[in-house]
C-alpha cells in the first residue's frame, strides 16, 4: 500500500486513471480518476486482482499478463464490456503499463496508465488549438472563448462588438447591426435581448426576406377578421403586439418593401401599430432591433430605401466583421462545433493540426455559417479520428484542399478518389455499406438544404417523396 500521503494527494489530483499492482496482479494502489472511470470503490479495488477482469469478461486481454510475461513496457488499447455487476456501458481506453523490477530483475510492481478514448480526443483538440494560436498569435494570450455562451469573441474585434452589446443592452434606443451574410447578426441580437431588462419578455425575429411581400406587412402588424381572402376568422396579432414589452428583431431590413417602410417608420416612431383591415391603432412597447447585410447608405443613394427611415433606425450601429477579419475566432469556433457534432452522432473526430492551418488560411467567404456546415461535413462524411485535409477533399468547401466539392461530376469524384484514401478507408475498417450510407446521408440533406421541400428534394435527386421522407426518418434529418 503507498503510504506516502504527499505523493497520493498528487495522483488523486491528475486527470489521468492511475493504479499500481503487485507482482501477483493486485492492486496495491488505484487514484480517484481511475475509481471513477470503473465505477468501483476504492475499497473494491484494493481487493480485487486484475485478472478478474478477464473471468468476469469486462476485458478479453489483460494488459498486465502481457507485462508480466514479456517483463517490457507495453501501450494498447483496451475495451471494457458492460456487465451486470458494474454497467458503465462500453468503453476504449488507452493503457500505458510499465515494470518495476527487484534487484534480482523480476517484475516487483506494474504502474499504469489508463486514458478514456474520448478524453485523448479532448486533450488533442486542445494541444492542437494551443499550438495553432501560438504560432497565429504574437502574444498567445489565454484561450477564454465563450464557449458555453451565445458568442465566441476570442479576437479583439469580436471582443469589441461583445463589449458594446454589453453596454448598450439595457438602453431603450434601435440597433442596427450589419455585416455579411453568415456573420452572426442573430446571435448578437439575441445576446443583446438577453443582456437586457427585457429578457424575460419574448424576442420576436422575423426575416423581411423570408416572407413574400403579399404576407409581410400582414405577419408586420396583423390583421382582423375578413381583412383579405383566407384571412384567419378571428384575426391575427402581428409581430409588434407578440413583441409587447419585449424586443423586435427585423432581420434583413434591406430588404423591406418601400411601400412597408413608410409604416415601419410611423411603428418606431409613435410606438402604435394599425393591423390590416382595422381602424384602430394598438399602444405598443417594444425595443427594435435591425439587420442588414448591405450597406444601407448606398441603398438610400440608390433610392431603394428610405433616408428617413435609415436615420431612424441607425442610432447605434454595430458592425460584425466576416470571419477572415477575425481569425483568432477560428479555431475556437472550429472546436466548439467539432464537440457539437461530434455529440449528436456518436462520433470520436478531431481535425490535424496540418488541417486546422489550412482552416486558417481559407478566407469563409460565408462566415460563421460556412465554418459550422464544414465541421458538420467533416464529422459526419470523414472516415478515421483524425480529420486529415487529404481525406476531407472531396466534401470540403471550395479553396480549403484541392480536389474540389460536389458538383456535376460527382460520380468521377467518387469514382476516381485518390489511390491512398480507399488506403485509409481500408485500414480503418470501413465497410462498403458504411461509406455508401455516409454518400446517401450528406446528398439527400444537400439536397433537402438547397430545395427546402421534400417533394422539390426527391425531383432534383430523381426520386419519390415517399423514399425522401424515409430517408429523412432513418437520418434523423
Known amino acids: 500500500m503507498i503510504e506516502n500521503a504527499f505523493f497520493e494527494s498528487i495522483l488523486d489530483n491528475i486527470q489521468n486513471a492511475v493504479y499500481v499492482l503487485d507482482d501477483k496482479g493486485n492492486y496495491v494502489f488505484v487514484n480517484s480518476a481511475y475509481v471513477q472511470m470503473l465505477n468501483m470503490s476504492k475499497s473494491e479495488l484494493l481487493n480485487f486482482n486484475v485478472k478478474q477482469f478477464v473471468e468476469t469478461n469486462q476485458i478479453n486481454i489483460s494488459v498486465s499478463d502481457i507485462v508480466y510475461r514479456e517483463r517490457r513496457r507495453v501501450v494498447m488499447f483496451q475495451d471494457v464490456y458492460d456487465t451486470q455487476q458494474y454497467g458503465r456501458g462500453n468503453f476504449r481506453h488507452l493503457i500505458i503499463s510499465t515494470p518495476i523490477f527487484d534487484e534480482r530483475g523480476e517484475v516487483k510492481n506494474?504502474?499504469?496508465?489508463?486514458?478514456?478514448?474520448?478524453?485523448?480526443?479532448?486533450?488533442?483538440?486542445?494541444?492542437?488549438?494551443?499550438?495553432?494560436?501560438?504560432?497565429?498569435?504574437?502574444?498567445?494570450?489565454?484561450?477564454?472563448?465563450?464557449?458555453?455562451s451565445s458568442i465566441i469573441a476570442e479576437s479583439p474585434a469580436m471582443r469589441k462588438v461583445l463589449e458594446l452589446a454589453t453596454n448598450i443592452a439595457d438602453a431603450e434606443s434601435t440597433v442596427l447591426i450589419s455585416g455579411e451574410s453568415g456573420t452572426g447578426k442573430e446571435v448578437v441580437a439575441q445576446y443583446i435581448h438577453a443582456q437586457s431588462e427585457r429578457s424575460e419578455k419574448p424576442l420576436v425575429v422575423i426575416n423581411c426576406?423570408?416572407?413574400?411581400?403579399?404576407?409581410?406587412?400582414?405577419?408586420?402588424?396583423?390583421?382582423?377578421?375578413g381583412a383579405f381572402t383566407g384571412a384567419a376568422s378571428g384575426g391575427k396579432p402581428g409581430l409588434f403586439e407578440c413583441?409587447?414589452?419585449?424586443?423586435?428583431?427585423?432581420?434583413e431590413?434591406?430588404?423591406?418593401?418601400?411601400?412597408?417602410?413608410?409604416?415601419?417608420?410611423?411603428?418606431?416612431?409613435?410606438?402604435?401599430?394599425?393591423?390590416?383591415?382595422s381602424t384602430k391603432s394598438r399602444q405598443i412597447d417594444f425595443?427594435?432591433?435591425?439587420?442588414?447585410?448591405?450597406?444601407l447608405d448606398t441603398l438610400v443613394a440608390e433610392r431603394r430605401f428610405r433616408i428617413d427611415l435609415y436615420y431612424r433606425?441607425?442610432?447605434?450601429?454595430?458592425?460584425?466583421?466576416?470571419?477572415?477579419e477575425r481569425q483568432e475566432d477560428i479555431i475556437p469556433m472550429t472546436m466548439h462545433f467539432m464537440k457539437i457534432y461530434c455529440k449528436k452522432n456518436n462520433k470520436h473526430k478531431t481535425f490535424s493540426e496540418q488541417t486546422l492551418e489550412s482552416m486558417l488560411e481559407y478566407p469563409w467567404p460565408g462566415n460563421v455559417r460556412e465554418?459550422?456546415?464544414?465541421?458538420?461535413?467533416?464529422?459526419?462524411?470523414?472516415?478515421?479520428?483524425?480529420?486529415?485535409?487529404?481525406?476531407?477533399?472531396?466534401?470540403?468547401?471550395?479553396?480549403?484542399?484541392?480536389?474540389?466539392?460536389?458538383?456535376?461530376?460527382?460520380?468521377?469524384?467518387?469514382?476516381?478518389k485518390p489511390q491512398y484514401i480507399y488506403e485509409h478507408m481500408l485500414n480503418s475498417g470501413i465497410s462498403l455499406e458504411q461509406y455508401l450510407e455516409e454518400c446517401e446521408y450528406a446528398y439527400v440533406k444537400y439536397a433537402l438544404q438547397?430545395?427546402?421541400?421534400?417533394?422539390?428534394?426527391?425531383?432534383?435527386?430523381?426520386?419519390?417523396?415517399?423514399?425522401?421522407?424515409?430517408?429523412?426518418?432513418k437520418f434523423g434529418l
Do not use: C
Not at 413583441?243 to 432581420?251: K, R, S, V
Not at 433606425?313 to 477572415?324: A, E, G, K, S, T
Open 110 to 148: 506494474i504502474v499504469a496508465v489508463s486514458r478514456p478514448l474520448d478524453s485523448i480526443n479532448d486533450d488533442y483538440n486542445e494541444a492542437s488549438m494551443n499550438s495553432i494560436v501560438a504560432k497565429f498569435s504574437k502574444k498567445a494570450d489565454s484561450l477564454s472563448a465563450l464557449w458555453d
Open 209 to 225: 426576406a423570408s416572407l413574400p411581400e403579399t404576407l409581410l406587412e400582414a405577419e408586420l402588424f396583423g390583421y382582423e377578421k
Open 243 to 251: 413583441a409587447d414589452g419585449g424586443t423586435l428583431f427585423l432581420d
Open 253 to 277: 431590413i434591406n430588404s423591406l418593401p418601400l411601400d412597408l417602410q413608410g409604416k415601419l417608420l410611423r411603428a418606431i416612431e409613435t410606438k402604435m401599430v394599425q393591423r390590416v383591415g
Open 287 to 295: 425595443r427594435l432591433l435591425v439587420a442588414t447585410n448591405e450597406r
Open 313 to 324: 433606425i441607425n442610432v447605434i450601429h454595430i458592425r460584425i466583421p466576416p470571419l477572415r
Open 371 to 416: 465554418l459550422k456546415n464544414f465541421v458538420e461535413r467533416s464529422v459526419v462524411m470523414s472516415f478515421g479520428e483524425i480529420i486529415e485535409a487529404q481525406n476531407i477533399q472531396a466534401i470540403t468547401a471550395d479553396g480549403i484542399t484541392t480536389g474540389g466539392s460536389y458538383g456535376v461530376d460527382d460520380h468521377v469524384l467518387i469514382k476516381d
Open 450 to 473: 438547397t430545395h427546402k421541400t421534400s417533394y422539390a428534394a426527391a425531383q432534383a435527386l430523381g426520386t419519390s417523396q415517399t423514399s425522401i421522407m424515409r430517408r429523412k426518418k
